[in-house]
Structure formats: C-alpha cells, structure tokens
C-alpha cells in the first residue's frame, strides 16, 4: 500500500476494519454500495441505473485485456518497473500514451525517456495505473466524453499534484486521484444520452451536483469513488472521493480537502463562466485566493501539456 493511502487510513480513522467483504465481485459491492447511497432517483425519464452502469465494468478484462492486466498489476509490491513495463507492451496504444506522457513537460523529462521501463519509473505505478483505467474504461476515445472532459481532469490533477505537499501528501499519487476525480461524469456520459445537456446546463459544480442528484440518485464524483471501488483501487482512495462533496464545515481528510480544492482551480482555469468559490472556505483558511493567483498560470500551461499528451 502506498504512503499516500497510509495517509489517508490515518486521516479518516481507515485501517483493517475497512476490507472488502467477501462473496461479491468488485463491480457488484460497488453497485450495491452506490444504490445505497444514493437512494431513489427522481426527475427525468431517461434515468440511468447506477447498478447496471458499474456491473459493466466487469467487462474491462474482456474489452482491454492488457489494460485489466496493469490494473491488477500495480498493486502488487512484487512487481517491478521493468515487469510491469513487458506487460504494457502488448498494448500499443497504452504504451504509447505513457511514453508521452513521461517525455510530457510536466515530468521535466522531454525526449530523454526513450524506454518503458524508464517512463514506469518516471512517472510512477499509480499513474501507470490511471492511464490504465483510462484505457479501459473507453475514455481514449475522446468522442465518447462530454464536453471539456480531458480540461478539467488534468487541470484537477496538475492542480491535486501542487497542492499536495500543502497538506502533508505525496504528489504523485494525489495527482492521480485529481486525474480520476472526474470519472464519474464520463461513465455517466457513456450511459445517458442527456447527460452533456446536463453538464452543460448546469450552473456550476454544485448546480451540477443538485442536478445529477436529482436525475440519478448520486453525484459523479460518487460515481467515480464507485468506478474506483469497482476496479479494486486500494479502499481509501474511493473513501477519500466521496467525502469530497462532504459540506466544507464537517471533518474531512486532508485529501478530501486538497481534491476539493483543485476540482473548483480546475473550474476557474477551464470555464470563463464559473462563478468563483473561495479557496479559504473550501480549504477552511489553509489556502486562499491571495495564496493561488501567482501559481495560475502556471497551473494552466501544464495542464494544457498534460491535456495534450493524454489525448493525442
């Protein structure tokens, strides 16, 4: 388990207690978990079944094998950079996503990565992993995602990565949990013909919350803590993403806070429209807005790398 998720367990009271039960599949105890928390859905008549949608991720293994094959992979600490660099070679695409995404300006690293043993390293097992998810959850087809999805998901994650030492945690895997932050709205998008109307309606993130609540019964940000519970990602991390919609005036973890955070920077950097949340209220005074606008720009450019080596 990695010393973010260490972390985590510390910061929410998580230890041994919070296993998986037997007798279910992953994608069945997140679906059961799901319905659960979400309850009955209520407006709309074209309503997306939130069992249905997360039981059919157990068809990942079968649509990108090789992809299935890294997830599982990853979290095991036997495995080295180099063996998990031979499994990824079966798959072109995947590879070669994760070249340029080692060679991206984000690590520093453009054009000396020139083999995949070294591009695991560069960028680490659990960004390994994401780009795994990625690919097996059909979000390289950028066809099938609703509208700005790629923008906001990696102004999230440059945005988690940054923020990350502020409160005490390793970037790259909280870079990763911003990358994944998003994913619910792309499962739901691949699963309700109204949901880009939806999100493009919205008036910003909690209007889309409200809205997504009332059509579907949860939010997706708890549907990408229920994908992530699916794929068998270490506990805390689908625990840490459902207490990001937490209100800002209860106990949350410190990476609930910093996902938080980085969800409404990513907002400002890719929607002129959004009206604006202060940092300090969603940070409870750890950050406020004085803290964030010398880093903007910046946070925007590397964003935009990071955009260009995902999708390309």
């Known amino acids: 388990m990695s010393t973010v998720y260490r972390a985590w367990g510390r910061s929410n009271g998580i230890g041994a207690a919070a296993r998986r039960p037997g007798g279910r599949r992953p994608a069945e105890e997140a679906a059961v978990a ?10 709309g008549d074209e309503r997306v079944s939130l069992t249905t949608l997360l039981l059919g991720l157990d068809a990942v293994p079968a649509r990108r094998p090789v ?8 979290d095991d600490p036997n495995v080295s950079a180099a063996g998990l660099a031979g499994v990824l070679g079966a798959d072109a695409p995947l590879t070669a996503r994760l070249m340029r995404l080692a060679n991206s300006a984000y690590y520093g690293l453009s054009g000396r990565v020139r083999t995949v043993p070294f591009a695991v390293t560069a960028v680490g097992f659990s960004t390994v992993r994401s780009l795994a998810v990625v690919a097996a959850a059909g979000l390289d087809d950028v066809d099938a995602l609703p509208p700005g999805f790629w923008q906001r998901s990696t102004a999230t994650a440059v ?5 990350a030492r502020r409160f005490g945690l390793p970037a790259p895997d909280t870079f990763c949990l911003g990358l994944l932050a998003l994913v619910g709205q792309a499962l739901l998008n691949q699963h309700d013909p109204e949901y880009a109307r939806l999100l493009t309606a919205a008036s910003g993130r909690a209007g889309l919350l ?32 459902r207490a990001v919609d937490e209100p800002p005036t209860g106990v949350v973890a410190p990476a609930a806070v910093c996902v938080r955070l980085s969800l409404e920077i990513g907002e400002r950097l890719t929607n002129p429209e959004h009206e604006p949340v202060p940092l300090e209220r ?8 004085e803290d964030m606008a010398p880093l ?4 925007a450019q590397a964003a935009a790398d990071l955009e260009e080596a995902v999708t390309a």
């Open 67 to 74: 992809a299935a094959h890294v997830i599982s992979l990853t």
């Open 296 to 299: 903007l720009p910046r946070l």
């Open 34 to 43: 799901g319905d659960a928390e979400g309850g009955d859905a209520e407006g």
């Open 210 to 241: 409200e809205a997504e609540r009332a059509r579907y019964g949860m939010g997706h940000t708890q549907v990408s803590s229920a994908a992530l519970a699916a794929w068998s990602f270490p506990v805390e991390m689908p625990q840490v993403l």
């Open 159 to 163: 945005t988690a990565g940054e923020l």
């Open 282 to 289: 969603l940070s409870r005074g750890r950050i406020d807005d």
